[in-house]
């Protein structure tokens, strides 16, 4: 019977089953506490970002040079400015290029200097002031100030900023003699004097017979630090670059025998570089190659230059050694005295000199072009360098320097003079941000200074190729037989070569042979370095996935153990179950023939109509308390309900739990009863104590790690209680008496439960005692209600069906009944005078109820009589 609930004013909408999610497949996710190991992790995927990632410096152009590290060693170019003495305007300007300007005592020039200095100071007209030794602040001059509103200027970052009074010592000790130094270490560079005309490049570079320039002092320094060393031999080349016309760019052999020269690429075909042995001969080349040079007298200059003059000192290594020892390095110094720019007012040059001047100011300005396109070049590499060197023949020949493959210097020569604040200026402006380039350090390009080394060659044959890689950059060794031949048969043919009769050293005219083998090996390095970092990562990811593939083996063979315990468990408990089965069917065989004996057919009259399945079964006394049990139930609509439900398991064709639950059922009363007598549960309510066993049991059965002690343990109980409940039956049946069970009921609460649950079974002793059940169901609802164990009774078949049912009117009424205390509440004064207070069900109780007690108590005393 269905209760149906009434329909609830506001619908409210549950929603019971939400919604499911997928499970993960069990192949794909494993159990952790399976696999052997539990640092598996998700292979990753080949790790090719990662081997792409790897840096791989760029192929080195053949004359980039690098540090032993592997990068380049960049340093920033040096600019030092040099502001030349004042000296007394010209009074006119003269063309006669032969007069000198150079005062007969320098002294006096000096004193003059100083005393034009101050005056002119005092008056304001110098345009440049030395605030300390890397800083200088350009003055406007009043005009300019007032007219176009120019402010000073200060411009810092100079390596040096030699005074006015500065020496041509202070000079060369500040900035030539560090050059110079590493010349002889090895080192190359390049220095180059920048300046409008008249401001002190040629007296810098040159000087005079009295105060020598820094090339002078610069051999003087060179062969004295050089004198015990006879491994090393010291060539000298001086040419020049002018115009001819203004039109073509001539290049000049300034050498005693020199002559014209012509340049390709940056190489200059025919410069003679004449051995020098002393400082002495050096000079005296010098002086004959400034005696050739080209000069002009101007309006700024009475000796100004009209070309660009370029001396270099080379060094070499004129003896081996003869081992794979690298000999001290050859290194080139080049000193540059450019012509300086000139602008038209000042100089008043007209028709050759007006070409010349436009020669020079070209020149210059591609000088300029260059540094300034590779200094942008060098601050955002995106900007290309821009191909300027190649609008001049000077910037051509320095290529490597306007590239900032070498190590270059510059010194500024400016005239502190009033009129020559725009030179001054723009020299400044236009030269300054210079000192921001950087420039390569390192090894020298191969195209003027070569590394000699003598390896023996060895045949292909003897010597196979390989490659042998060493950490620094430049030691890559390409151990191939034919490539050292190749190298030393290049470098034996690169040597510039000494006629003894003629000391004149000719460079080889062509050294892009050089270049090419260079950039092979180049090409091969970088090739092998990328295949090895690759083949590092290739084995570093191999590696892993052997360390994840044995992890993994790990786990399956854990994996394949478990599987194998389970299925011997599994064996194990089928084996037990279907023994278990056995026996619990040839139970019922022996009851169901019991049955068949002993079968009463008043007994069967007291069953109701619907109860015929397990009427048959309850018959024997290993069923007598089941039954009596399901009677109990049976007479309520519950424990029809109960009885049905336990009939359909009994049936159930695909279960085989269900069988066992039936069987489990069967004994639960007595065992039940058998634990309470042994006093082995603790359980505090009697319907987790009756329900606990077979719960657990019925758990076990379905699950996979059932213990086969545990259930050989309950089927040994089963059959021990059967054995039990049959002596029990037995002594219901001889004493047809259930007041034992009574006092083992009144033990505790718990244990009443129990027993009535049990007196309940054992009830069916009717087939047993006909001729008293009247008296026997008499005393036992007497009994009960003294008791109050038809509640308990009512609980215990209960118990049995966890599922909530409607009651019965005639249970609610026992219920209520059994609440009740009859005696008690016929001596109660009735009323609330006697100052006790009514019980909450007390005051709960009806008319109908108390009429009804009454009518009962009536017919219990009518019964006892
Ligand atoms: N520091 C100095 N001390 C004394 N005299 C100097 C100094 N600098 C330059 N002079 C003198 O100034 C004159 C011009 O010098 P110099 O010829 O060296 O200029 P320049 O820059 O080479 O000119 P140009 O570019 O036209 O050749 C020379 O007579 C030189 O003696």
Not at 259 to 266: G, N, V
Not at 329 to 358: F, P, W, Y
Request: charged fraction near 25%; aromatic fraction near 4%; proline fraction near 6%.
């Amino acid at each position: 019977m269905e209760m149906v609930s009434p329909q609830c004013p506001t619908t409210v909408t549950v929603r019971r089953n939400p919604p499911r999610r997928a499970r993960p497949t069990p192949s794909t996710n494993p159990p952790q506490n399976q696999l052997g190991d539990s640092n598996l992790n998700e292979i990753p995927s080949f790790p090719i970002h990662e081997i792409l990632s790897i840096e791989v410096p760029q192929n080195p152009k053949p004359d980039q040079p690098l540090s032993s590290s592997g990068a380049p060693d960049t340093e920033t170019l040096k600019v030092y400015l040099r502001i030349r003495p004042l000296k007394p305007q010209p009074k006119q300007a003269t063309t006669n290029c032969h007069k000198s300007v150079w005062p007969k005592n320098p002294a006096a020039k000096r004193t003059n200097a100083g005393k034009d200095k101050k005056t002119r100071t005092k008056r304001g007209e110098v345009c440049i002031s030395v605030n300390d030794s890397h800083s200088v602040r350009l003055l406007p001059p009043l005009a300019f100030q007032e007219s176009k509103r120019i402010k000073s200027e200060a411009f810092e970052g100079f390596s040096h900023v030699f005074d006015l009074d500065a020496s041509q010592n202070n000079v060369y000790e500040k900035m030539v003699k560090p050059l110079v130094d590493d010349f002889l270490e090895g080192k190359s560079g390049m220095l180059a004097a920048l300046g409008p005309s008249g401001s002190g490049k040629t007296h810098t570079v040159f000087g005079t017979p009295r105060e020598p320039g820094m090339v002078p002092l610069a051999l003087q320094h060179i062969f004295q630090k050089s004198v015990s060393n006879s491994s090393r031999s010291f060539y000298m080349s001086i040419f020049e670059i002018s115009s001819e016309r203004g039109k073509v760019e001539r290049v000049t052999d300034l050498s005693p025998d020199g002559t014209d020269l012509s340049i390709q690429q940056s190489t200059i075909k025919g410069l003679q570089e004449i051995p020098i042995s002393d400082a002495t001969q050096a000079e005296s080349l010098i002086a004959r190659a400034m005696f050739k040079r080209a000069t002009a007298m101007t309006n700024t200059n009475s000796q100004s230059s009209r070309s660009q003059c370029i001396i270099n000192i080379h060094s070499l290594i004129s003896e081996l050694d003869g081992e794979l020892e690298v000999q001290p390095k050859n290194a080139l110094l080049t000193i540059v005295d450019l012509a300086g720019a000139e602008r038209e007012k000042r100089t008043g040059n007209q028709g050759s000199r007006l070409l010349e001047s436009n020669f020079i100011n070209n020149t210059s300005m591609v000088f300029g072009l260059c540094l300034r396109s590779l200094l942008e070049h060098q601050k955002n590499p995106k900007k290309p360098l821009q191909k300027h060197f190649q609008n001049s023949l000077l910037t051509r020949y320095l290529r490597d320097y306007m590239e900032g493959k070498r190590r270059m210097t510059l010194i500024l020569t400016v005239k502190p003079g009033e009129e020559d604040y725009l030179d001054t200026s723009y020299l400044l402006r236009q030269a300054s941000p210079y000192m921001n380039i950087k420039f390569n350090t390192g090894e020298e390009p191969s195209n003027l200074v070569r590394t000699k080394r003598h390896i023996p060659t060895l045949s292909t044959v003897q010597q196979p190729k390989r490659m042998k890689y060493n950490n620094s950059a430049d030691s890559y060794v390409i151990e191939e037989g034919e490539a050292v031949q190749y190298e030393n048969e290049t470098l034996q043919k690169d040597a510039p070569t000494v006629n003894e009769e003629n000391p004149v050293v000719t460079l080889p005219e062509n050294l892009d042979f050089v270049y090419v083998a260079k950039s092979e090996m180049a090409d091969k390095n970088r090739n092998f370095e990328i295949m090895q970092n690759f083949a590092k990562a290739l084995w570093k990811v191999l590696k892993q996935y052997k360390e994840k593939l044995m992890v993994a083996e790990r786990a399956i063979q854990s994996l394949n153990e478990n599987i194998k315990n389970e299925k011997t468990r599994y064996l194990e408990l089928e084996k037990e179950f279907e023994d278990f089965k056995t026996c619990c069917s040839s139970s019922k065989q022996i009851s169901a023939d019991k049955t068949l004996v002993e079968t009463d057919t008043r007994t069967e009259s007291l069953w109701p109509p619907d109860s015929t399945g397990p009427s048959t079964v309850n018959e024997g006394h290993n069923e007598e308390s089941k039954c009596n049990n399901i009677t109990k139930d049976c007479e309520t609509k519950q424990g029809k309900d109960a009885y049905n439900e336990m009939k359909g398991n009994i049936h159930s064709p695909d279960l085989k739990s269900a069988e066992c639950n039936y069987t489990l059922q069967e004994c639960e009363p007595s065992n039940m009863t058998l634990r309470h007598k042994e006093s082995k549960c603790n359980d505090t309510s009697a319907t987790r104590q009756a329900k606990g066993p077979y719960s657990e049991m019925k758990g076990n059965i379905h699950s996979p790690n059932l213990k086969s002690a545990k259930c050989n343990i309950t089927r040994e109980e089963c059959e021990s209680n059967m054995g039990f409940h049959k002596d029990v039956s037995s002594q219901t049946k001889t004493n047809s008496d259930s007041h034992n069970l009574e006092s083992d009921c009144k033990s505790t609460p718990r244990d009443r439960d129990v027993s009535s649950s049990t007196q309940g079974s054992i009830k069916p002793p009717l087939p047993f005692g006909t001729e008293t059940e009247s008296t026997h169901q008499q005393d036992h609802l007497e009994a009960s209600i003294n008791k109050g164990t038809i509640k308990t009774s009512q609980k215990s078949s209960n118990l049995e069906k966890p599922k909530r049912r409607l009651l019965p009117a005639k249970a609610t009424l026992l219920r209520d009944i059994t609440a009740l205390s009859i005696e008690d509440d016929e001596d109660k004064p009735k009323g609330n005078r006697g100052g006790k207070k009514l019980a909450i069900d007390e005051t709960k109780r009806t008319q109908g109820n108390i009429s009804l007690m009454r009518i009962l108590e009536k017919s219990r005393h009518f019964l006892r009589t």
